[in-house]
C-alpha cells in the first residue's frame, strides 16, 4: 500500500505560481510513476502531468505545458508539481497518484494507469 496526502494548495492571482507537493509513505515509493490530475466543478478529472519511476520520462498535458513541471525526490518520498503562470481555468482540487503511469504500455493520461490516490488539495486562481 501507498498512502499519498497532498499540500500546497492554496489562493493565488492569475499569472502566479504555486507548488504541490505530495508525500508518500508506505511501499517503495521510487518504484512508482507519479502522475498529478485536476477536478474543475461540475467536470471529471483529467490528467495533468506524470513522471517515471526514473525520472527520465515526463508527459504533461496540453493545457500545462511550459507553465506546468512535475518532479520527484525520491529521498523524501515526495512529488511536487511546480505551477506558474497560473490562469483562472486552473482553478481544481488536484490529485497526486501513483501507479504504473503508463510504464507498461498503457496510456499514462487514464486514471486506470493509478493505482494510489490522495485526498487532493484546493487549488483557486483569481482573475
Known amino acids: 500500500q501507498v498512502q499519498l496526502v497532498e499540500s500546497g494548495g492554496g489562493l493565488v492571482q492569475a499569472g502566479g505560481s504555486l507548488r504541490l507537493s505530495c508525500s508518500a509513505s508506505?511501499?517503495?515509493?521510487?518504484?512508482?510513476?507519479m502522475g498529478w490530475f485536476r477536478q474543475a466543478p461540475g467536470k471529471e478529472r483529467e490528467f495533468v502531468a506524470v513522471?517515471?519511476?526514473?525520472?527520465?520520462?515526463?508527459a504533461y498535458a496540453d493545457s500545462v505545458k511550459g507553465r506546468f513541471t512535475i518532479s520527484t525526490d525520491n529521498a523524501k518520498k515526495t512529488a511536487y508539481l511546480e505551477m506558474n503562470s497560473l490562469k483562472p481555468e486552473d482553478t481544481a482540487v488536484y490529485y497526486c497518484?501513483?501507479?504504473?503511469?503508463?510504464?507498461?504500455?498503457?496510456?499514462?493520461?487514464?486514471?486506470?494507469?493509478?493505482?494510489?490516490w490522495g485526498q487532493g488539495t484546493q487549488v483557486t486562481v483569481s482573475s
Open positions: 513522471i517515471s519511476w526514473s525520472g527520465t520520462r515526463k
Open positions: 508506505g511501499r517503495t515509493f521510487s518504484s512508482y510513476a
Open positions: 497518484a501513483a501507479g504504473r503511469g503508463g510504464s507498461y504500455g498503457g496510456n499514462y493520461y487514464s486514471q486506470d494507469e493509478y493505482n494510489y
